[in-house]
């Protein structure tokens, strides 16, 4: 491959039209040319899928993704749009000058006439060209229409490729020749595509995978075009970007001293040793699935690290990408882990990236918010939403980052989190990256949710190495609770609140957990009467900063052996480091209830907790369809672990405990784990596992038949990693976010508006809309400035005790007291 300018090489100061054609304008007139674009995109692009020998792939779709703008209309359209900037006449409507069609049809073109093979391989390139400003588009519609070919064969008219072909330069189009002549192009592709085919005998599985293979080269590329674009209009950025091998030796050391210097007196800690040391050990094990099964409060965070930084050091891999189920796990995560890799005197931000959407501007560098378009980062942390909605989410935004999964250490934390609906999804896509990219994963909690055992013909996880030589006495040994069966008999709210007393005056302190708001809210109205005992109460109605600050409240009054009572929603559940003398639950799911009861005696402070798991009066509403079918699955369990004989009893320190509800529970639930969609998003009732793989109910219809025949777009759409019929709702909680409210409304510069934004994650709550049309009806909400739809919450209705409110404040203390 000849050598190529770099990203961000110097550019032309001559007006358009009268220099070299164009690629893009840049504010302070120094435009990027066609063929700097061109040539830098497809080294970027290259250099990205060599991770997985597609070397030829990239260099072939960064070269021609902007082949089209070699047309005399494009370069006419940059003419009026910078005559508009001189003049403040009308401008152009963007995207009005097709150009990502051209280079999609002449790749198409050249090797669809090269035979079977390359014809497949034309199909796959060609999609992520002509796809590049809009997210994969469907191959066939769910309407059966072949959309690909009706792509492929518009009029020269619309896609200017003759214009393109003719005005091409030198240096781009002999390149493009030496690519097309090159067999690797071909044969690259194809040996993944028959590795894939040996791997897995299911055609669903078999589409879904190269599927995957075609969105993670369309990363690459996306990724590439949206560098170069980024560092020519500033070239600043490069400054930021990682460009060396990163030393994990340092980092692993760096790691190794902190260990050294944690406690190893009481035998919780030593038993957190021996979990640390198991990891350190199967570091040197080949790459692959792992699964990592510790009790609560067993040390698997930093063990983990542990494994990650050796075997990532062991094996020469790119990147650590540790996922949490919520942005509290991330935000504990992160920070100690940045206090660990990232020592005083290190630049900060130079080993370990936090991305999720709640993060805090002020916690962030001009460096940070550059590389967490791409995870360009050695250890990244982040959800699970940000990490699915990269596989699978819309647009081109998100996708950017799916390449960076490749040689990467991929660690799950609290797996048993992932929804149901896209267990299929998931599965295959991890077994996609450690089969074909190189990539380790690692499922991590107490609670493994056997998605090996799922079914095989759509998708099961590869089975993994258990890290931990002997799980059963491993949990035996951290066994730090004792669980009492109170389900004979419902409980009322002021049942569980006396109890909750009684309890704290046996143990000085207990957690209530509870499956909805409005029960934690009424529990902890009850407990507020209570006289020698502080009473808090957590659940979503308060904003995260509220949420964050109430819980150091009280592990400062733990930590002071001070009575305390806290009633909480499941939010405690995952991330919060956190000791009560007992635990009550409300009849959940197994795996929640041992979640509980990790927040009980954590670190054995006495010789047994106690969890109490009782049943509260009426039915959990059909809406919570998830914990109802959970409790459901859990009862099963619970009954059998009652019946005189059975082979295990009520110990949530035994692992078979939650093996057991897990069968039963997926089970249940085994015709949802494909994301079923209906009529509104496929016109049918289908899946996205469908959609995404053979399309078979729309892509019969197409003929002659076409290789590649997945609806992307329209899972795209489809596809959400949770619910989000939701909306968000600005509260003034506290002096800053009364401060946030009040400067939004009077903000009308777009970058004052977007810092505020982004600060005000911290103090909003999210809504349904039935609560939203009653906050409306009672005057509650207004609009920040009119038109915005940035809702703003009035100060009456938001209590500290319980964060937002239908009732109003002052109803709210009536109620209390």
């Not at 260990?259 to 040197?284: H, Q």
């Not at 020469?316 to 189920?325: A, E, G, L």
Request: hydrophobic content about 40%; glycine content about 6%; aromatic content about 6%.
């Amino acid at each position: 491959m000849p050598h190529h300018k770099k990203s961000g090489s110097p550019s032309v100061t001559k007006p358009v039209g009268k220099g070299p054609f164009l690629a893009h304008l840049n504010t302070d007139g120094n435009h990027q040319t066609l063929r700097e674009h061109l040539l830098a995109v497809s080294e970027l692009s290259e250099r990205h899928l060599k991770k997985i020998s597609a070397d030829k792939a990239g260099a072939l779709i960064g070269l021609l993704h902007d082949f089209g703008k070699y047309s005399e209309a494009f370069q006419q359209y940059l003419r009026d749009i910078e005559i508009n900037q001189d003049t403040e006449s009308e401008a152009p409507k963007r995207g009005s000058v097709k150009h990502s069609t051209a280079g999609a049809q002449r790749t198409f073109s050249c090797l669809s006439m090269k035979g079977t093979p390359a014809s497949i391989i034309g199909e796959i390139l060609a999609l992520c060209i002509a796809s590049h400003h809009t997210g994969l588009i469907d191959c066939v519609k769910p309407d059966g229409t072949d959309n690909f070919s009706r792509r492929m064969e518009s009029a020269d008219s619309d896609s200017h490729l003759t214009a393109s072909i003719t005005n091409c330069e030198k240096e781009v189009e002999a390149l493009a020749d030496q690519i097309f002549s090159d067999p690797l192009l071909v044969g690259q592709l194809s040996t993944i595509i028959k590795s894939i085919c040996l791997t897995d005998k299911e055609e669903t599985i078999r589409k879904f995978k190269i599927g995957l293979l075609t969105r993670f080269l369309f990363s690459a590329l996306i990724d590439a075009d949206r560098t170069d674009t980024a560092d020519s209009a500033d070239p600043l950025n490069r400054r930021f970007r990682n460009v060396k091998p990163v030393n994990w030796q340092v980092l692993s050391d760096r790691l190794e001293s902190h260990l050294n210097t944690l406690g190893s007196s009481g035998a919780v800690n030593s038993l957190r040793r021996e979990v640390s040391g198991s990891c350190r050990n199967a570091s040197l094990l080949p790459k692959g699935v792992f699964t990592l099964t510790v009790p609560t409060g067993g040390g698997k965070t930093l063990a983990s690290l542990r494994f990650a930084l050796h075997h990532a050091s062991q094996f020469n891999m790119d990147r650590v990408v540790y996922v949490s189920p919520y942005t509290s796990i991330i935000d504990q995560n992160a920070k100690v882990t940045r206090n660990i890799l990232e020592p005083i005197g290190t630049e900060p931000g130079s080993a370990v990236l936090e991305h999720h959407s709640n993060l805090n501007p002020v916690h962030q560098t001009q460096r940070s918010k550059l590389i967490s378009q791409n995870w360009d980062s050695p250890v990244v942390f982040t959800t699970a939403v940000q990490l699915l909605e990269a596989l699978f989410g819309e647009g081109t935004r998100a996708v950017r980052r799916m390449h960076q999964l490749a040689n990467t250490v991929i660690i799950f934390d609290e797996i048993q989190t992932l929804p149901v609906r896209c267990i299929h999804l998931f599965n295959n896509a991890m077994n996609f990256f450690q089969e074909q990219c190189g990539s380790t994963v690692v499922l991590c909690t107490a609670t493994q949710p056997g998605l090996d055992q799922v079914n095989l013909r759509k998708g099961a996880f590869t089975k993994g190495r258990e890290i931990i030589p002997n799980v059963a006495d491993l949990f035996a040994q951290l066994k730090r609770v004792e669980a009492f069966d109170h389900r004979k008999t419902p409980w009322s709210f002021q049942q569980v609140a006396e109890f909750a007393k009684t309890e704290t005056g046996i143990t000085n302190s207990c957690l209530v957990v509870v499956n909805t708001k409005r029960q934690a809210l009424e529990i902890f109205r009850h407990c507020a009467a209570f006289e020698h005992v502080e009473v808090f109460h957590l659940s979503t109605n308060m904003c995260p900063a509220h949420r964050i600050e109430i819980l150091e409240i009280v592990k400062s009054k733990l930590l002071a052996q001070m009575p305390v009572i806290c009633v909480s929603t499941q939010l405690i559940e995952a991330g919060v480091d956190i000791s009560f003398g007992s635990a009550i639950r409300a009849l959940a799911g197994a795996d929640s209830i041992a979640q509980t009861a990790g927040r009980c005696n954590r670190n054995g402070e006495r010789t047994l907790g106690r969890v109490h798991i009782v049943r509260l009066e009426g039915e959990i509403p059909a809406k919570l369809n998830d914990i109802r079918l959970a409790a459901k699955a859990c009862q099963r369990v619970l009954d059998e672990a009652a019946t005189p004989g059975n082979s295990f009893q009520l110990d949530l320190s035994d692992p078979r405990f939650t093996d057991q509800y897990f069968r039963y529970y997926f089970h249940d639930r085994r015709k949802e784990m494909d994301y079923p969609v209906g009529p509104a998003m496929a016109e049918r009732e289908d899946t996205l596992l469908n959609l995404l793989s053979e399309n078979n109910l729309a892509a019969g219809a197409v003929k002659p038949p076409r290789f590649m025949k997945q609806a992307f777009m329209t899972a795209a759409k489809a596809f959400q990693v949770i619910d989000a019929n939701t909306r968000g709702i600005l509260v003034p909680y506290g002096a800053e976010g009364k401060r946030i409210i009040n400067e939004l409304c009077s903000a009308f510069e777009p970058t004052k508006q977007y810092r505020l934004l982004k600060q005000a994650n911290q103090y909003s709550v999210n809504v349904f809309d039935h609560v939203l049309n009653n906050l409306d009806k009672k005057g509650a909400i207004y609009e920040a400035q009119n038109g915005t739809g940035l809702l703003c919450l009035h100060e009456s209705y938001y209590s500290q005790e319980a964060g937002l409110n239908l009732e109003g404040k002052e109803d709210m203390e009536v109620n209390i007291v």
